[in-house]
Structures are given as C-alpha cells and as structure tokens.
C-alpha cells in the first residue's frame, strides 16, 4: 500500500510541467496605454477600446471585495503582464500548421488537436487556448456547415462583430465587480459561440484553457448565445504549471438562451493549487452569468473544480423568461492549504421560474470550503420554486466548511427550500469497506466518489471519468 | 485450527468488554456463540475483524497466523469475512461496483486476475440466486434504502462472492422476519463445506433450527462459559443463559 501511495503523490499534479514557446509578453503593469495596446494587436474596432477604458476607469475607483471567506497576500496589479502570447511561425491556414511545440503541448495535456472522433465516439471540437489567445479551434468548417459559430473571442470580433457589440457585457457588465471590471479592460481572448434558432448543436464544444508563461494572468472572456429553440453543450477544462507564485487567472463568462434554448455549461476546473505547504497555485477569481433572456429557456452549470490555491465564483442564472430553469450542480475540493468560497446566484424574474442548486463541497488536509448562494424571488416571479441543497464532507480535522446561504422573497407564492449537511467520512463506513478487503486509501475514495455522484452523473460522460480521476489524484496525498 | 483465540481482552476506555475468551475453530465447521444483550458477542466479531477503538491483549492465531497485528484489509486478504449486524450504508456508491471493487481488491493479493464487469456480472448472478436477491438492488447504492432483510441478504451475498475461509455472521437473523430468515439460512447452508468455517452470532435459538451448527457457545460477561453440542441451544432457549452448567457441558475453551 506504502508503494501506491508514493506513486500517487509523485503525480499530484501531472500538468504542471512548463513549454518553451516564443512568447510576446507585454511589461507587466497596468494603465490606459497597456488597455491601447492589447485593443491595438487585436485589432479592435474604437466601441470596443472604449468600452474597455469605461472598464478600467470604473475598475480604479472600485475597492478590491474583502468580504469573502478566503485569506490572501494583498495582489499587486502593476507586477502582473496583462497580455502573454505563443508568437506565430506565421498565421495560420489549417490546422497543420500549428506550431508543433504548442501541438505537443496540447497532446502531452491529453487534447487533441486533430480533427478525429474520439474512442468513445463522442466528437469534441476544441478551442485551445494559452495564455493570452487562442492558438487553435477546431471543426470549424464542420460546425458552420449547421450554422454553428465556435471561434475564439478575437475572431469573432472580427468576423461578428454586430453580435459581439450586442450581447457583450449584456449579462455581465464592464463594471459588474472589480474582477468583472479588470476582465473587461484587460482580457485578451476567450472562446465565441453562437447557435442559430432551432439548431441543436451536432457535437460537444469545448474550451481548453491553459496557462504557460511566468508572471502573467489570464483574462479570457466567454460569450455563448443560443438563439430559440437551440441547444449546446459546452465545457471547459484548465491546467497551469507549478510555480511557487500565485498566478491570477479573472474570466468572465456570459450565456444568453433565447426562448426555449438549452445552454449546458461544465467545467473541470484543475489549475495548479499550489504546493502542500501552500506555496503557489492560481488564484481563480471567475464571475459567470447566464441569462434565461426567453420564456422557457433553460441554462444549467455543472462545475468540477479541484485546482487552484483560491476559487471564487459563483455561477448564476438570471431567470427572466417565464418558465425559465436555472440549475446548479457544483463539486469543489480543497485539499492541502486550498480555500474555496463559491456557490450560485439564481435570480427569480419571470413567472413560474424554477431554480435547483445542489453543491457538494470536500475539504482535506487544512483545505477550507465555502458554500455562498443568493436565491432572490422578485415580485414579477409569481409561483417561482427554488431548491437548494449543500452537503459538506470534511476529511482530517484542519479541514473547515461553512454554508452562507441568502435568501430574498419578494412574492408569497414563492416556494423556496434548502437543506443543509455536514458529516466527516464514518469511521463506520472505512471499517466497512476494508473489512470487505477494500485498502483504507481507495475506500476513501470511493466513499467521496460516492458523495459528489449527484453532481458527477450530470457532466458528459467523458467529463464525468476525469473528474473522478482528479478527484483521486487530488486526494491521495490526503488520506491516512 | 482455522482460528485459535487465546485469554483474548478487549477494553473501550476504562471499560473491560471480553475479560479472557479462549476458543477454538475447527476448519469446516459452523459454532454458535450465544449469549445475553451486553455479553461481548458482538465485541468479540468486531475485534476479530480488526476494528480500531478497541485496545486488545492476548493472542489469536489465524490459519496459524498472528491475526490481532493485521490491519482490516489485510485480514480480509488471509479469509477472514465478517456479515455485520448493522450493515453499512454507502451513498452513491453502486453496490455491484463496490463488490467488484472488493472481489477484485481480494483475488488481487491471491494472485488472480480481476474481473472485469462482464465476468463479474455473470459469476455474481449465480450467488444473487442463491441469495435470491433481486436484481434491482444491485444498481442502487449499496445498502442506502435497503430493508432490514434486503441488507442481511446483501451480506450474504458478500459472504458467497468473497468465499471465505472463516465468515462470522453477526447477528444475520436480528430484524429479519420468517421468510427472510428461512431464505438467508438455506444460502448460509449452500455455503458450508469442508474448506469454510462459520461462526454464528446470536441471540436466539430459531436460527439455529434452519443452520444446525456443530458446537455452541455460551458467552457472559465477556467470557466463554460454557461449550457444548447443538442441544445446547435448545437447554438455553428453555431454562435461560443463567442455568447453572450441567455435568456434561465442556470446560472453557474446550474440544469435544
């Protein structure tokens, strides 16, 4: 057993190595001529530089949020590099030509960059992205042959711009909250979907986010549409290498379904969490938003997330058509000295809108998890439902969970429900398992597989064996 | 000997629970420990199957082997299975999952093969018939929602899958009703042989009718009192645990 464990431990976090590219790096700092720059190599049209300036004005005079239930070192915004990009042999005209290192990278992580069905038949397009741009999208042609746009945020500026300027910051404004706002004036790219009225999506579209180079962060930003009666599955995977500074990675993500679209949003997040004394790891500062725009529309998120040193984001659903549904389904593990505050935000606008948020947290070692939830039922949500349910696990006895949920009600006919739970992995349990010949180690595992399961059945099946493999990982350096 | 238990002590805290039980198991037979609420029967499985909070002196061989310094795991290896009293409920863990997990994790340190699902499938089905398990609760979570009978019978199910050389069943016939009781003892019975001792846990006489053991047990206050042949269970259920010993029963830790 003594064997396993060391084999585990040595591959705590396979992702962590680091690619030599040749990489254009803006100095690191932060002012109105860094926001010109990176609006000028991307070749921005002036609504959009304007929008990031009004951004970045809001964002100076805005406090840094204090009141969440994580503790870290002050973060000095002038030392970090606000745009970090693999520079190009040459631009691009298929996708053989991207440029091997970053291929090699990108099979090394476990994604392909070739246009092929995977074993399981299930076919994936990919939008690769490091650092500051997308290096690579994949099954382009065959995507815009149902009419489907999946390109890189920087694309689709230029090649949809009218969509772009109309649903930018429509769900999440350029000065939301302060992260919102830095996101707004600095990010750099991010991945563009959008599916026309009545077109269900023909296969999964996924973004793979990975950060490469030192002493950046990564600010990308997500724009998903679903125009009626459209569906799309999308997720998003993320990987760091290991470095023992903290690395600030501030996305925004915003969804907008139209009437009777489906928006199906997962996410494995698995940033490099930093070292087991708590060095390092990526500081994971994420505001997502979806926004049930039409009358029963439906967005749902599911998200994994097992990395980075903090994370702190709270998916949320504005739930304005009628009969619109908003679930959340979410898993967080802390581990070593990892903290997690997150949870959702379901806000009740149209009639009989209905909401779920079933969270699932675990804490390890000295890891320390939040659930935060907002459920507001305004006075227009006549007959709105909301059920939410929060169950903690807590392994080793620096581990610490807490629940904050809000709850607003602001018509009577609301029904709203919450439960709650905390319980530590019975020794009752273990004994079980072990007296059936099951190694204390793998039973732990299995009995916090066990725990996330809800959660876990609602990812692609694909997704669903890696968070659990992550989970594993994760934990073996925890148990016994 | 499959299992031999010498001046075995048991103490939670302050509190003493066995005070020196001595017992030998032969290979292929089936004992029956008996005894009143509070006596250290249940003790004594639990601590035979490694469970941390107990502090433990004496001796216990197994198959010749030093048990009492082996983890929980490790004793399952050697054949060691214990059917619990209260079975364990696992959410959203599969119970076919976890009893491949197990199989597996076992034919693993014998130097087998692992099963994949499908031949783990078809050589589970077999025992679930003889279990008469209904098929439905395999792919439910294991034990969650289960009724008092279904849990004895998953048990059992465990029991014939894992094929141990000693399995000691803990009271297997608390909450079970007379069917279910009836169902469970003729599974037990399929699984007695020449290679596999059983040693019985229990309160009353009744399931005795159904498995006939070959020697019965009689534990007090943390002791093995008296030993004696199957009539002995049947002196108990009529005259009561406190009787005093008649002539013909054996001295403590005795051998016919």
Partial sequence: MSTDIGEFTDQEYKYGFTTDLDTDIVPRGLNEDVIRLISGKKNEPAWLLDWRLEAYRKWVKKPEPRWQNVHYDPIDYQDISYYAAPKPKKSLASLNEVDPEVRAMFDKLGISLAEQERLSGVTVAVDAVVDSVSVATTFKKKLAEVGVIFCSFSEAVQNHPDLVQKYLGSVVSNQDNFFAALNAAVFTDGSFCYIPKGVHCPMELSTYFRINAADTGQFERTLIIAEEGSYVSYLEGCTAPMRDKNQLHAAVVELVALEGAVIKYSTVQNWYPGDAQGRGGIYNFVTKRGLCAGANSKISWTQVETGSAITWKYPGVILQGDGSVGEFYSVALTANYQQADTGSKMVHLGKNTRSSIISKTVSADHGQSTYRGLVQIHDTAIGARNYTQCDSLLMGKDSGASTFPYIEVKHPSAKVEHEASTSKIGEDQLFYCRQRGIPEEEATIMIVNGFCREVFKTLPMEFAVEAQRLLSVSLEGSIG | ?256
């Fill in chain 2, 1 to 256: 000997m499959i299992l031999k238990i010498e001046n075995l002590r048991a103490k939670v805290g302050d509190k003493e629970i066995l005070r020196g039980v001595n017992l030998e198991l032969p290979l292929g037979q089936v004992h029956a420990i008996m005894g009143p609420n509070g006596s250290g029967k249940s003790t004594l499985a639990q601590v035979l199957a490694g469970r941390e909070e107990y502090t433990v002196t004496g001796r216990v061989l197994f198959d010749g082997e030093d048990l009492l310094t082996q983890t929980p795991e490790a004793r399952a290896f050697m054949g060691l299975f214990l059917a619990f009293q209260y079975p364990v409920e696992l959410p959203g863990v599969g119970n076919l999952y976890f009893l491949r997990t197990a199989l597996n994790s076992v034919r693993k340190q014998r130097g087998l093969e692992a099963l994949d699902a499908v031949d783990f499938l078809a050589f589970a089905q077999k025992r679930m018939d003889l279990v008469e398990m209904d098929r439905s609760l395999m792919s439910r979570s294991v034990n969650e929602g289960f009724s008092g009978g279904e849990k004895k019978r998953n048990e059992i199910l465990q029991l014939a899958i894992l094929e141990p050389k000693l399995a000691i069943l803990d009271e297997t016939d608390s909450g079970l009703d007379i069917d279910a009781l009836r169902t469970v003892a003729k599974a037990v019975n399929a699984l007695r042989g020449p290679d596999r001792t059983l040693l019985l846990i229990t309160h009353y006489q009744r399931l005795l009718d159904y498995i006939v053991p070959d020697q019965v047990h009689v534990m007090t206050e943390g002791q093995i009192v008296r030993s004696g042949g199957k009539d002995l269970a049947l002196e108990l259920e009529h005259d009561g645990y406190l009787a005093d010993a008649p002539d013909h029963t054996l001295p403590v830790g005795g051998t016919p």
